[in-house]
């Protein structure tokens, strides 16, 4: 045999020597579970789940892992280190598995599935998390508030919020979170990335609950319903936020003024009435504004876009409410009433300005003069007097006002145009408040009355007249005399309405 051949045949021989136990010899068994394991270091691994133990432990935090693999991993969250990525986009990882995980995004492949409802998963542990919404069970509570969890990650990210604690903070504005997937979210703002795509139309969005959202445009499944209404949502947390109305509860609250919300969404909302930021402009005229949403309802008034129309009259609305308060005039409902006097209102904001009444509260000044007045609206419409300023022109005769209201009031001069009919006698007029004084010959009604004299008039202006003519010498007998004369005056001045 030659010198090679011998070479050649020792290290087949200890290859053969090396393999041979892992073969022949008996696995190893843990004595506390009664698993097993092919070599006795991973026996020694597996020990350290019941013995608690974590001798491999960071020299940046102190945190300490039972597996060095572990602690290498959690290095790279100090290096910033991200040695895998994926082969189709490019985006890097600092594990393995994050890899494995992030495929499924591309692929759709989700191997896991409920056995319940047949949902699919792309993870283990989502399938177990999801389980919870069938079985209504919740392992995981605070110690603090003792609030119930599906899963410990879910635990963990509320604990911030007693500890108010935010360890992530982005590395290019420095705005810091509680949860590391809001971080991730918040990045996408920079980047500009939408890597969530719709499988049917190709929308991509920054969010999947997102698209999530959006998909159910596509499938029209709603499988969370309300117990108490039976209203149904595409998501889970948007019928959770629908609960709060049933219950009340509102547990985000102002640390400035005490006020308190429903929705985390709407107390940020209000924190801007305090701070008076408007973070979104208007990309036509530059028009500033606290809420994204506020952008969007203003973007119509330069499209003209009036995307609601109503199933009675065929009327069309730019603004989904403004459909809703219209309906309200078909079906005659006022579900907003005051808790002093009944008085019930189709609008909530017009119960919030008739409460004023009650309060005598004033909340709106003018900085130049110092006038109050009851609504932001009538604040405006005052400031036009100072400023001396009529952007809207009549397109007939050049009149120009301070408001669009009065154009649009003043439009029906040429039209000749009466829109509002009295149901009683059919007689029609081109204003809706001569329609409503004219209502209160037929019913009698005289809501406004002299807070001296107890009189009682059909008509504000009559009411503001009728006071000038007290004086501390005046009795109820000379109010009383002078009524006749006082209303023979004003309704000669009123526009009179043919019928």
């Known amino acids: 045999m030659s010198r090679c051949h011998k070479v050649a045949y020792i290290i087949s021989m200890k290859t053969m020597d090396t393999k041979l136990p892992t073969h022949t010899k008996e ?3 843990c004595k506390v579970c009664g698993s097993e394991f092919s070599t006795k270091r991973n026996l020694e691994r597996h020990i350290f789940t019941h013995t608690g133990e974590k001798p491999y432990s960071c020299q940046v935090c102190g945190l300490a892992f039972s597996q060095n693999a572990h602690l290498k991993t959690h290095q790279f969250t100090h290096s910033g280190e991200k040695p895998y990525s994926c082969e189709i986009c490019g985006l890097a990882f600092s594990r393995k598995a994050h890899v494995k995980r992030h495929m499924v995004t591309h692929t759709g492949e989700k191997p896991y599935s409920c056995q319940v409802c047949g949902s699919g998963f792309f993870r283990k542990a989502q399938v177990e998390s999801h389980m919870s919404t069938h079985t209504g069970e919740k392992p995981y509570s605070c110690q603090f508030c003792g609030s119930g969890f599906t899963s410990k990650s879910q635990v963990n990210n509320h604990m911030f919020t007693h500890t108010g604690e935010k360890p992530y903070s982005c590395q290019v504005c420095g705005k810091i979170f509680s949860q590391k997937t809001s971080l991730k979210y918040h990045t996408f703002k920079h980047t500009g990335e939408t890597p ?3 499988n049917v139309c190709g929308l991509s969005f920054s969010h999947n609950s997102i698209l999530k959202r959006h998909m159910t445009k596509h499938t029209g499944e709603n499988p969370y319903s309300c117990d108490v209404c039976g209203s149904t949502f595409p998501l889970k947390s948007l019928l959770k936020k629908h609960m709060f109305i049933h219950t009340g509860e509102k ?3 102002c ?8 929705q985390k969404a709407h107390l940020k909302r209000h924190m801007f009435t ?3 930021e408007k973070p979104y402009s208007c990309e036509v005229c530059g028009l500033e504004y606290s809420t994204k949403a506020q952008v969007k309802s203003h973007m119509l008034t ?12 065929n009327k069309i609305f ?7 308060y219209h309906m309200f005039k078909h079906t005659g409902e006022t579900p907003y009433s005051c808790e002093v006097c009944s008085s019930s209102f189709s609008h909530k904001t017009s119960l919030q300005y008739h409460m004023f009444k009650h309060t005598g509260e004033k909340p709106y000044s003018c900085d130049v003069c110092g006038l109050a007045f009851l609504n932001n609206s009538h604040l405006k419409r005052h400031m036009s007097k100072h400023i001396g300023e009529k952007p809207f022109s009549c397109e007939v005769c050049g009149s120009e006002f301070s408001q669009k209201s009065n154009l649009k009031t003043h439009m029906i001069t040429h039209t000749g145009e009466k829109p509002h009919s009295c149901q009683v006698c059919g007689s029609t007029f081109s204003h809706k408040i001569s329609l409503k004084y004219h209502m209160f010959k037929h019913t009698g009604k005289t809501p406004y009355s002299c807070e001296k004299c107890g009189l009682t008039f059909s008509h504000e202006m009559s009411l ?15 109010c009383h005399e002078n009524k006749k004369k006082e209303l023979a005056e004003i309704y000669q001045d009123f526009p009179k309405e043919e019928p």
Not at 318 to 324: E, G, M, P, R, V
Not at 464 to 478: G, I, L, V
């Open 255 to 262: 640390q400035v003024c005490g006020s308190s919300f429903s």
């Open 274 to 276: 305090h701070s008076g």
């Open 251 to 253: 547990p985000h609250s």
């Open 27 to 29: 696995p190893h068994t």
């Open 464 to 478: 503001t007249a009728h006071r000038s003519t007290h004086t501390d010498e005046n009795t109820k007998q000379t």
């Open 196 to 198: 969530y795509s719709c």
């Open 318 to 324: 730019s603004h989904k409410t403004s459909l809703k």
């Open 302 to 313: 330069h499209t003209g876009e009036k995307p609601h129309s109503c199933n009675v009259c």
